[in-house]
Nanobody
């Protein structure tokens, strides 16, 4: 059974930083696409960043480029999202997702993502 468990959410002031973690189990980790998505109250879910666990290629939403960094530790089956210069508009539930194939910019629209975590809440105050 595939499990994705997110951690690292919390409340910080604008300009602060947080690092989210997503630990994967029961999943053939190694040459797959994993990523982070978020959903703010009253808004649709949107892709934030994805990474190909095989080669490390990354793709970001325009709204987070230069502020967020996605990375992976294949030895720990874990993907991270380092979030810097946080803004109130980054407030959302953040979800980890994983697919069985490769990654591309299309992955930010959750195409190919088959497994989802339960989410971790990020709240940014002004």
């Amino acid at each position: 059974q595939v499990q994705l468990v997110e951690s690292g959410g919390g409340s910080v002031q604008a300009g602060g930083s947080l690092r989210l973690s997503c630990a994967a189990s029961g999943y053939t980790y190694g040459k797959n696409c994993m990523g982070w998505f978020r959903q703010a109250p009253g808004k649709e879910r949107e892709g934030v960043a994805v990474i190909y666990t095989g080669g490390g290629s990354t793709y970001y939403a325009d709204s987070v480029k230069g502020r967020f960094t996605i990375s992976r530790d294949n030895a720990k089956n874990t993907v991270y999202l380092q979030m810097n210069s946080l803004k109130p508009e980054d407030t959302a539930m953040y979800y980890c997702a994983a697919g069985l194939g490769g990654c591309g910019s299309w992955s930010l629209s959750d195409y190919g993502m088959e497994y989802w975590g339960k989410g971790t809440l990020v709240t940014i105050s002004s």
